[in-house]
């Protein structure tokens, strides 16, 4: 089993909506029980609250739900656990890098540059392609 956490500011926007993208794309290919697949934030803003509106209706746009999601912090037993942990921007990097020093290295960006947060850019759209881009490639990289 592949265990994969993905990683934002908030997780109320991009790392939920790359979870459920991932959780969509694992089942679609028949192989949701090969994976556990979460999401968490660096901060601690938003902990508790649901994932943010026009996140939620972006992932309903491509049939996918997220409910029950709620903000959580990555913790250092996450770094333990998760084979693999992405992150969205290099403001997380530095967060998590803060967080947890030398033990960070462990966490890679998601995409070769940032994932735009919508929160700021309102384009969730373009987080969407984003998102799918880079889970597509976590999925055939783990089935290959």
Known sequence: MVKILFV???NICRSPM???IMKDLAARAGKSAEFEIASAAVSTEELGNPVYPPARRELQKH???CAGKTARRITEADLSYFDRIYYMDESNA???RRLFGDKAAKCR???????????YTG???QTWDDLLTGCSRILEECLC
Do not use: M, N, T
């Open 8 to 10: 934002c500011h908030g």
């Open 109 to 119: 960006p998601l995409l070769s540059r940032d994932v735009a947060d919508p929160w």
């Open 63 to 65: 049939g996918i739900s």
């Open 94 to 96: 530095r967060y998590l």
């Open 18 to 20: 790359a979870e459920f």
């Open 123 to 125: 384009d969730f759209s």
